[in-house]
């Protein structure tokens, strides 16, 4: 072996002992596309800013899972078996999320989601985390706004059956709004990717209901809105977590005025020190107003980097056993505590469409 080749191999040998690699699995392509981009706006903005942890360089490690269920759980494998990964971050879309995740335990490797809300995707894994309130949370917390605050005593689901997330959020919105005292007066599907809602819209009005919550994802319930008030439908719309985005706003319009939605965080909420600081920090990146994803999958990658502090290793087993030991994280997005199941408890804040914006309601704590 000649010296130089000598020494190459010791450089390449010097440079793998500095670096330590984390995966992350997002859905680049496909009709997540656009929250998987927003989750990496959080993931490179909290990179910046703490690029290393425990001497090492930290380096991201992106697979598109194409939000595809079998893509995801195989994005996760080539991270953990061909990239070595310590560390897993992702997905945006519990329907991504599940599979991952269930790769990510059985191979013993921890991962945290950043924003991924159905209760699958911890339950009964010993690996896998999250930063973000679960759907019975905000399942419980809308179908009260509805009932309490709006006054509503008739109200209608509209579901999209291609995703875990909007079969059982509504099943919590239903469970808990019919307990308060309301009624359920439809209850209608769609599949993603569907163009014309016209039938179930037109049963929605035909039964008197007064609000309409829709968990589904932004692009979908654009064209809902729309279509709803061309067809004469005047009730509330209701919706989740994934309505919380800039693009449902440029797609619904006028359409979207009034919509009422429970999120993570907004720019106009009470102020905190970390929220305060990430959106000074992604308005100077990126020069937009800061969304709910981003400052999930920032706050995802710096608990993950504190957990790996705390447990002062990167043994897999030293970093899961910090995440399950997490209390009173400083998130940008509030407080993160994680229970026994490896979910966050933190409150879930409710934002109204008011002229074409986003607006702070109020925030609701577990």
């Known amino acids: 072996m000649t010296l130089a080749v000598i020494i190459i191999a010791i450089s ?34 909290a990179q910046e800013q703490k690029p290393t942890v425990l001497g090492k360089k930290v380096e991201l490690v992106l697979v598109d899972n194409k939000s595809d269920k079998v893509e995801s759980a195989s994005a996760v494998s080539r991270l953990i078996e061909k990239e070595g990964v310590v560390a897993v971050l992702g997905s945006y879309g519990s329907s991504c999320s599940i599979p991952g995740g269930e790769v990510a335990d059985k191979a013993g490797i921890p991962m945290l989601s950043a924003s991924a809300t159905n209760p699958l995707v911890t339950y009964g894994k010993e690996y896998i985390f999250r930063c973000c309130f679960i759907d019975s949370f905000q399942g419980e917390v809308m179908a009260r706004y509805a009932y309490e605050n709006l006054g509503i005593k008739k109200s209608a689901l509209l579901v999209d059956i291609a995703h875990d997330y909007s079969v059982d959020l509504a099943k919590f919105y239903r469970d808990t709004f019919i307990k308060l005292g309301g009624e359920i007066v439809a209850d209608v ?12 819209l037109s049963q929605i009005i035909n039964s008197g ?11 979908d319930v654009a064209l809902i809105t729309i279509q709803g ?40 909420a009470p102020v905190i020190p970390e929220s305060e600081k990430f959106v000074k920090l992604f308005k100077e990146k990126y020069n937009e107003t800061p969304n709910d ?12 980097l504190d ?37 966050a408890i933190k409150p879930a804040i409710v934002v109204k469409v008011v002229n074409g914006n986003f607006t702070y309601e109020t925030t609701v704590n577990p």
């Open 12 to 45: 390449s040998v010097t440079l793998a002992a500095d670096v330590v690699k984390i995966g992350i699995f997002e859905p680049m392509t496909g009709a997540m596309s656009v929250g998987g981009a927003l989750c990496m706006q959080g993931y490179e903005l």
């Open 189 to 200: 599907k769609y599949n993603t990717g569907d163009q014309d809602f016209s039938a179930q």
């Open 209 to 219: 209901a007064e609000a309409l919550f829709f968990p589904g994802y932004f692009g």
């Open 229 to 268: 008030r061309e067809l004469g439908y005047t009730g509330k719309y209701l919706g989740g977590d994934t309505l919380h985005n800039p693009v449902l706003m440029e797609l619904a319009g006028e359409a979207a005025e009034g919509l009422v939605a429970s999120t993570f965080f907004a720019e106009d």
């Open 293 to 304: 994803v981003a400052v999930l999958a920032y706050d995802a990658y710096n608990l993950m």
């Open 307 to 343: 957990a790996i502090e705390r447990a002062g290793s990167f043994d897999p087993v030293a970093i899961k056993d910090a995440l399950a030991a997490t209390k009173e994280f400083p998130g940008a997005g509030g407080s993160i505590t994680i229970n026994e199941i490896g979910d």
